[in-house]
């Protein structure tokens, strides 16, 4: 379990986050939603150990995260967030065997190219193993990076914005896999998105944050209601409700 | 603006009613004292850069004081004429001008951290220099002039296609590209000047010196006034134009003739600063970035400032150079560069 | 794989070929003296070429670019500086107050002091930003750089003739004790940097994923940057600047090795940089018969290289 305790991040006068604290129960996904500049990706920055908190501990089964030596953290905890390096000379295998890393140090064993095959085949990528990385569509790059997330074999995965620039089919696709090693293999996922349906639809637990607080956290058919939307994300929504899934129509204002 | 109205209406009113006189004159006061107000830190600035300039005026190895130009001293008199006087003009208008014109390339670029130094400007109008010296070696002032300016054009035209092409990067990038690009520019010049024995004296006249300026020998440096009157009218299509070519052709603006211009206003003042003066560094980059965290973004409003600023600094730095080592100068390339260049890291550090 | 060891045999046999046509051609009567000479020579370009090619390659890992090389952090300007405020001080009587190991010693130390400065500056703020360093060393080096055209300025002009020859890289004149005092260093150091590049491997993901894979980033960064301040230091000191070598060769060497394994591109990145500075020096003796400081070529070439990379012809 990884528990956020006071945790507060300003930018000069902006407070960004303000005390925050909550836990993210184990084998669960978490999505972390808000309008922007709510707070979120920071929020999930500082998880990740990849930002600075200004006060306030951030603890991993007991233990504050900043005591872990980062080779060893990252066996538990890994992050995918928006990658930018040009010019990768990678093939998506050489990629996702970089997950291995945290445990192989660059020498690949037998147990590491089993994790890699592993990786490789629950996110379908068989076909396009040995493709490099500048030559795939934005769908299957994000697949990929994935892959090496599911590789790195952590407890926790914590994932920002990981829909972005994706069509549908890719979207849904990706939460499918994220909710299958959810059910399947036992990992903690918390997530950032910007569209509440998908929240609504893949996620066991929803945090709303606004103004840099946690206004509301709990299971998600309970955070999902008409007033709490309307107070996150100060818009009227429709929400309709089919196989105990949510659905929130928010494009017409004129209720 | 409603003082304005009042005015205009007790104006009416009073033409009609003698007695509304008093009132007239009164709100026509509030008017003018209104004004003044706005614009007051441009006032108290152009009155510090005025008592500097007089300052610069006195200041030097002949002894010039007030009661030689009371008493019409004539020797003092011409020499105040022939150099005091044109010295400290030019100080004002390679202030203007430098400072100017690393606000242009800045708007053109929407990157703090350019300017002639570190896009190859300088470097380029160097070259120029060079080049005509070795094509046309009694080449006058004005040749010179012409050579400079034709180089600075061209190398800012490279550069900001270069810039273009590295457009979404860490904003840090673009005037660390520049710098290399003066770089090689500079190296080249390095190599000619080696061949014909000249880089000591190359040096000589590279290093920014307001010392050898003399009535009769500097009146180039006025070419960049009208650039500057340019830059100001044209200022919020610099702007523009700098968000990008889609952008301005969607506002209905010519991309390529506002860019033209801009980099022309820009080669003119740097090629006149440099033939008169030498080369001045940081100027144009540290300047704009002061004014900017002090006053804001918005180019119509601080402009001025710019101008002020600059002139200021640089006749402040002028005559810290002559007093330092009295009677010896320092050159205010020198001094510019290692202030400015303080003055900017310090910039970088804090805005991290 | 295949693939790979044939550019490493290409590469190979042309150094072979450089160094042979290098030795060989228009040997005369004097040979062995010339011989020897010679290999003074190839041996210091042996040692520049493996100082540019590692600290090059690992410095556009770091930055995330292909156009930035480490001198222009500002260690030739400092290195510039040194030169004139000694010539400054001694004038003529330099070469006797100073030989050139005393020369080498003090300014290789003078360089690293530079960068340590540099990187105390920046990382005490607890800043990590890679660029803004790069940046402050720059402007620092134009600092630098006015300070010497003006010291410059007042130096008696006969001196200034022993400034002018520092200001370009050659390959004459260089002692045999102080070849062998920068291979050492240079093997040492080198050593250590090549079993660090899995590192960079894994740094030129970015620095969340780095981060992410448990790699303890600024760390990494901060050793990175004191084995490039040493080879820049070490080749500067011995040669003299050498500029805009770097982007050349780290670009074509990418043209030649797609792989992300720096441990290859690094090697690669050697033997090519070896065979384009004996060659540039070849032309240099026996083409301009060294009118022209292979720097200027150099410059020249990186330099059309440098503009034809940026004027979008090619997407960095």
Known sequence: MIKAEDISKSYGNNMVLDNITMQFPKGKVISLIGSNGAGKSTLLSIISRLLEQDQGTIAMDGKKITEFKNKKLARHLSILRQSNNVGLKLTVEELVSFGRFPYSQGRLKEEDHQKIEEAIRFLSLEEIQDSYLDELSGGQKQRAYLAMVVAQDTEYILLDEPLNNLDMKYSVQIMTILRRLADELDKTIIIVLHDINFASHYSDYIAALKDGNIEYYGITNEIITEQILQDVFDINCAITERNGKKTCNYFNHNL | MSSRFSFIYKFKHATKNPARIPGLLYAGGELVIGKLQQHRRELGLSLILLICSLISLFVGVADISIFDIINQNTEKLRLVFISRIPRTVSLIIAGVGLSISGLIMQQMTQNKFVSPTTAGSLDAAKMGILASIILIPASSMLVKALFAFAFTFLASLIFLKMVESIRYRNVIFVPLVGLMFGGILSSISTFAAVNLNIVQQMNAWMMGDFSGILEGRYELIYVSLPATILTYLYANKFTVVGMGQDFAKNLGLNYRAVMNIGLFCVSLTVSAVMIIAGSISFLGLVVPNIVSIIYGDNIKKTLPFVALFGSTFLVICDIIGRLVIFPYEIPIGMMVGVIGGVIFLILLLRQR | ?316
């Open chain 3, 1 to 316: 794989m295949r693939h790979h060891r044939n550019i490493f045999v290409l590469l190979a046999i042309g150094l072979l070929g450089a160094v042979a046509l290098f030795m060989s051609y228009d040997l005369g009567r004097g040979w062995e003296y010339a011989l020897g000479l010679r290999s003074v020579k190839v041996s210091a370009m042996a040692i520049v070429a493996c100082c540019v090619a590692y600290s090059s390659v690992t410095f556009q890992t770091l930055t995330n670019n292909r156009i930035l090389t480490p001198s222009i952090m500002g260690f030739e300007s400092v290195y510039m500086l040194l030169q004139t405020v000694i010539v400054y001080i001694y004038g003529d009587q330099t070469f006797k107050v100073l030989n050139s190991f005393d020369n080498f010693m003090l300014s290789v130390v003078c360089m690293i002091g530079f960068a340590f400065m540099l990187y105390i500056l920046i990382y005490r703020k607890g800043k990590d930003n890679i660029y803004l360093l790069v940046l402050i060393g720059l402007v620092l080096g134009i600092l630098f750089h006015s300070l010497s055209s003006f010291m410059q300025l007042i130096i008696d002009p006969n001196d200034f003739f022993i400034i002018q020859g520092k200001m370009f890289a050659s390959f004459s004149n260089i002692n045999k004790d102080l070849l062998g005092y920068s291979a050492v260093i240079m093997v040492v150091t080198l050593i250590i940097g090549f079993r660090l590049t899995k590192y960079l491997d894994v740094i030129s993901l970015g620095r969340d994923q780095a981060i992410s894979l448990g790699i303890n980033y600024q760390r990494m960064v901060q050793i990175f940057l004191v084995i490039i301040a040493i080879l820049v230091s070490i080749s500067t000191a011995l040669i003299g600047p050498i500029t805009f070598l770097g982007i050349m060769v780290t670009n074509l060497t990418y043209e030649l090795l797609k792989t992300y394994r720096h441990s290859l591109t690094i090697a690669a990145c050697c033997l090519v940089t070896a065979i384009l500075i004996i060659g540039g020096q070849f032309l240099t003796e026996h083409l301009f018969h060294l009118s022209t400081p292979i720097t200027t070529i150099i410059n020249l070439v990186g330099g059309a290289y440098f503009l034809y990379l940026l004027l979008g012809l090619k997407k960095i």
